[in-house]
């Protein structure tokens, strides 16, 4: 019943700025299940998203009735397998503003899709004394690709640093994006902090100065409005399992000129056009990219985590959960000392809220969180040198999304009420 | 209540956290290790007092959880008027238990039986183990004749 209401989502909105929380969570079988005796409360969702039933359906679908290999096979399965993966593509162009199908290639999640830039743009436009900027609060994922191409290259790594509430602190800007900057590579929303980032503003200041520009949109894409052609950058990143999609499906878009020119990732099959044994052409776009047979039955069932998206609507998305936000910095005030990384204010920032307690360490808040049935992660989020400016070692972090609700904020103060009786520090 | 959750945080381990022993700095160092946990970023520094072969005080400071610091602790404890090769042995043992490949227990070393809990929650395991494994860099570094610098470990080098 739930699920079907999704495929009409007007129903799904309570009113202009809200979703309809118990319906929503209906259609996520996961989460009806206990943890440790307690109702499980999902806040781990910076990491990964849960996958609604239809998104489970598309994938076993697809295994039932469609399942072959695609592109090349002449038999019916193989034409509905390669349509259904092909349509996929089509739907991402347009869920992320209207992009040519041909700048949106299928790798394995955020991390390949920048390391495929690293290695075939970085590798052909970064040269001796370049300059390559990053900012302070990038996940791994989008700095030890530049750290390495910037040490084999002998290239200079720059990074943008954060003030003391957690923004972007652009006061010696001019100093950092010059004429040298070959790439800005960015993130558009931490995934520590939650802060989002002038991407558009900054993307403009690179341009003047002939640079190429990539965001890392993993963390902002599942949780806004993202539209690609507005933020006016060349390369955006993201991965399907943090908005419904299944694990091991990323995105990669990237302005048509610079693809065209760019020579292939994995070599193999799909990405030739004709190859003898003394030379090869290559496809062309987007499959130049997508060599060997791709995760075709993940990419089809994201499709559905799409639907589902754009069925609640992602300002809807964005406004629950910006208000959510703010209902838990309210109740998390309740606790003393508890202190919170990242910008206060809940327009500038998204779900993922950091916090350390003075006497616990995030480990054992994590461990205790976890024996009441509330899923968090604790550790340094794949985000060291952040950690280091933020004078941690790790923090925990509750991250919010369009299935939580200010009962699960309630469950996860409390807990960490009874967790400060209990290490009794 | 939560049992495993009891089982890790028994009261004796939430002892050793609320106070930790080992935290006054000793008149004389002569065995200084430092280790630390990068996963989680935990930091320890084990330093021995050695009179004649025996370990005459122990001071131990722990940054970390509530089972690195709890085991840090009972490390402070219990090797304190321990000869070397004692404490070297103990850490050993230490190591076994939390591996799983040791459950005996001396009589003396009761304390220990409360880092059981710990195996349940794989993860933690090395939380457990970082006073430990610093302690034995420290007594090995010292016994190779290394004596008077600091000896350094990380519980990924750990691999044994």
Request: net charge negative; aromatic share 6%.
């Amino acid at each position: 019943m739930a699920s079907k209401t999704t495929q009409n989502g007007t129903s799904l909105r309570s009113g202009p700025t809200s979703l309809m929380v118990d319906i929503v969570k209906a259609d996520f079988p996961l989460l009806d299940q206990t943890i440790h005796g307690h109702k499980l409360v999902y806040l781990d969702n910076a990491a990964s998203s849960q996958k609604p039933r239809v998104v489970i359906n598309a994938l076993l679908d697809y295994y039932r009735k469609t399942n072959a290999n695609i592109h090349r096979g002449l038999h019916t399965l193989a034409e509905r397998a390669t349509d259904s993966y092909e349509r996929t593509r089509d739907h991402v162009a347009r869920f992320v503003g209207g992009v040519d199908r041909e700048e949106i290639i299928f790798t394995s999640g955020t991390t390949e899709s920048i390391n495929l830039v690293a290695a075939t743009w970085g590798e052909e436009n970064i040269h001796e004394g370049d300059e390559i900027v990053i900012t302070e609060m990038e996940h791994h994922a989008n700095l030890v690709p530049w750290v390495i191409l910037a040490q084999k290259k002998k290239a200079v790594l720059k990074h943008i640093p954060i003030t003391i509430c957690g923004h972007l602190d652009l006061s010696q800007i001019d100093d950092i994006i010059t004429p040298k900057t070959k790439l800005l590579a960015l993130t558009h929303m931490s995934n520590v902090l939650g802060t989002i980032n002038p991407v558009e503003e900054l993307a403009a200041k690179a341009h003047q100065h002939g640079a190429v520009v990539l965001a890392d949109v993993a963390q902002s894409m599942p949780h806004m409005p993202v539209d690609i052609p507005s933020l006016g950058v060349d390369f955006c990143a993201f991965s399907a399992h943090k908005m419904l999609g299944p694990t091991g499906v990323g995105i990669l878009y990237g302005k048509r000129e610079l693809l065209d020119k760019m020579p292939p990732y994995n070599m193999g099959g799909e990405m030739i056009r004709e190859v003898r044994f003394d030379h090869i052409t290559w496809a062309e776009l987007p499959f130049k990219f997508e060599g060997g047979t791709p995760n075709v039955a993940d990419v089809v069932a994201f499709d559905a985590a799409l639907t589902y998206l754009e069925a609640l609507g992602m300002q809807n998305v964005r406004d629950h959960e910006e208000r959510l936000t703010g209902y838990a910095f309210e109740r998390l005030s309740e606790l003393k000392d508890l202190e919170i990384q990242g910008p206060r204010e809940t327009g500038q920032r998204g779900g993922a809220i950091s916090f350390t307690d003075p006497n616990i360490h995030p480990h054992d808040i994590s461990t205790f969180l976890d024996s009441r049935g509330i899923a968090i992660r604790a550790g340094h989020h794949c985000a060291q040198p952040l950690m280091r400016v933020l004078g941690k070692v790790a923090t925990a972090r509750a991250s919010l999304y369009i299935y939580n609700d200010e009962a699960d904020v309630d469950q996860l103060v409390e807990a960490l009420i009874e967790m400060r009786r209990y290490f009794g520090v | 209540m939560n049992e495993s959750l009891d089982e890790m945080y028994r009261d004796i381990i939430l002892d050793h956290y609320r106070s930790p022993r080992g935290k006054k700095p000793l008149e004389k160092t002569d065995i200084a290790s430092e280790g630390h946990n990068p996963s989680c970023g935990d930091e320890i520094d084990v330093e021995l007092q050695v009179d004649d072969d025996t370990v005459k005080d122990v001071h131990v400071n722990c940054h970390g959880c509530a089972i690195s610091v709890a085991s840090g602790s009972m490390l402070a404890e219990i090797v304190k008027g321990k000869t070397l090769a004692e404490a070297f042995r103990i850490a050993e043992l230490v190591k076994k238990i939390l591996k799983g490949e040791e459950t005996e227990i001396p009589e003396d070393l009761g304390d220990l039986d409360a880092l059981k809990g710990v195996r349940q929650f794989p993860v933690r395991i090395k939380c457990a183990l970082l006073s430990w494994v610093t302690l034995m860099e420290g007594l090995k570094d010292y016994k190779s004749g290394q004596r008077g610098g600091k000896s350094s470990i990380s519980t990924d080098d750990d691999k044994d």
